[in-house]
DNA sequence: AGGCTGCGATAAATCGATTTAGCTAAAGGT
DNA sequence: ACCTTTAGCTAAATCGATTTATCGCAGCCT
């Protein structure tokens, strides 16, 4: 009974708004915005215009307000690839958090491609993002040193660049697997394999440190053969061979830590496929929880990520850094505590 | 070398590149526009401009560009939740398609509360967006509607209301069960239990009816014992003991219809839990693949939605809307067909 | 009475593009 | 020589808001 009078009803602008209750375009605008009081308009008139906006559902048009404050209320999230389920929860609690604040999230997916990566950054500030949330791609330094460069409000995610002051906040990913293989120690394995990802981005090295290290601290020697580091190229074939030599040509090995959910779910392809049992031929723990992980008999011991504090903290990062009063907190590093998780695997 | 002059560098503007090239800012929008012939700017002047924007580097500012044209080049995604596989991965095909016809997404997640929908489409359309890509919740009927009251360009997936004349494009849910319920009953499973979600959704009564009218052409009876409808509300607990019930009730259960591979994940813990074998005990087919399910011995036999398809259909039609030439072919209803992949688990 | 202050509201500039209408000079027609 | 085209380019309006600078008027002071 209100919307449609003709056909195509131009959208209600604020012009007309001030017409029909007879004041001034600015007046309108300093009642919407708060600013009735501190430019001295009248309580009278005041409620005259909300009476007006009310009446009509009149809602200000975001592409102007943006173009004019330079304010576009959205974020860019880029992760590695949305499908992913760290990086889709990840994003679920980054848009919910972000709508608390007011804020919108545009999203897109390097799929660990730098050059991709790039693209996607210039892409999200030719939109005009008031700030980006970013869980890195190995090679992206560049355009994260650009961002900081101009001083854009940014957060990364779950990765840094050490030689890149960028504020960052992830999983202490030292202390977790530090945390999974003295686990491992102390049920009484021996000969502690670790399959990991040849990825040249500083969680994979911390997660190697926290291995070589844990053992070392024990006493363990370190063995390179224990080792098996695959490449990043997504050829699953080819990953489940390796793993699955990895495991005959080690004859003693009785427990494997995966260093990712991927890695660690083809691992339990290759468990199956050689007929082994989990956890007496071989126990198994995983850095990053996965459903699968909690079903798939035994269940899988897992040190899992605090997706939700990351999210959270990232977000909190990042708008103190939208939030002009108190700039300059750049330089903020954030390692959040793993949770250890035992489940029959192990 | 070339970017940071003095500090606070404003952003190159078309007047600025204008004066450089020392033309009129018409004249520099009519080339980058590709207008140049059509408003008869000479070859030459076209070249100093072209000159002028590649040695600076300069990019239109998006928001103006929109609040002029008012066009975004932004889609609205609404998913029930991203972090679900499904919903993750259509979106990350969805991501990639949009980026090849120009254009950007912003995302949201229903929860699958209609009246959070309701908000998300209110706050979509303030935004500006293009058009509407929508995984519809139960009782976004009203808003649906008034979308297409408003002419708005969109297309529902996974769902739609068939009193709503909104483009639409899913998996053909009834055959997709038909050909998973034939192929138990091939199998020669007896007792078929058929497990699934009260949700007045289309596509989960498509699902039902699949399952019933199956039974029925092979002249075996209904029976609404061998029917189990759980709740939608979240609470895994209550899911999986109303399953474990289900099973020791029905004694001569040979095989059970996973309706969503949500259910049909707690199905496989309840199963574990009882001391089932699959297939020997109990065969088992699932609606919607899900990691787990290739990777739970001895692997769950599904009908896999086709993701890739779906998406790719759905931009189709969404740009066919876009595609100002053309509009007119509302109404536009895909079923595809889902892709039926035998495993162990019957 | 003239000058100053404070109040209440507005006019006009601005953000950065696109697009319509128009202007100038040269060419063509009779 | 005069009028009409046409080519080549630009001035100015516009999209819909925000924000700065004013403006008129009433009251107060001297």
Redesign the pocket.
Known sequence: MKEQKGQEM?????????RMA?????????V??G??RQ????????EKVMAVVKKTG?????????????QSKTLGLMVESISGSFFAALARVIESEADRYGYHIVYCSTENNATKGGELIKMLSRQQVDGYLITPAAGMEKDIQQLIAHKRPLVLMDSYFPDVAAPHVLIDNFGGVKQGMEHLIDRGSKQIGFVTVDMNLVQMQERMKGYKETLRSHNIPVKNKLILELPYDGDKEASVRKIRQFIQTNKGLDALFFATNYLGILGLECIAGLGLKIPDDLAMVCFDDHDIFRLYPPGITVVQQPIDDIAKTAMQLLMNQLDKSQRALRKTKLELPGKFIKRGSS
Do not use: C, W
């Open positions: 131009k959208r209600l602008s604020l012009k007309d708004v001030a007879g004041v001034a375009p600015s007046t309108v605008s300093f919407l915005n600013k009735a430019m001295r308009i009248s309580e009278e008139l005041a009149y809602q200000p048009h975001s592409v102007a307000v943006n173009l004019r404050t330079g």
